[in-house]
């Protein structure tokens, strides 16, 4: 049986008509922005109070590391209660 070739612009155009992907789409954007911006301006920040690069790689792993902690977390207590439609 032969498949059907996947038309990406249709595809688009179909996710594009869809309120909760411009819900995700959004919030994904700000969470990602504010990363680039915190990034970007941590060491411009950290330069007038005398840390070192060495000191702005341990600010950013620290970011990293808690991002992803928080994230683990999250998941474990949305799996544990079922609160899937308060998220």
Known sequence: RKKKPINVIDSVKKLAVVPNM????ISYGF???????????VGLISDKYGYTSNDNSLFGAI????????SFIHAIL??????FKLQ
């Open 63 to 70: 970011v990293i590391i808690s991002g992803l902690t928080g």
């Open 78 to 83: 949305l799996d544990k209660f079922k609160k």
């Open 31 to 41: 969470i990602f922005s504010f990363y680039v911006v915190l990034g970007a301006s």
């Open 22 to 25: 411009w819900v995700l789409m």
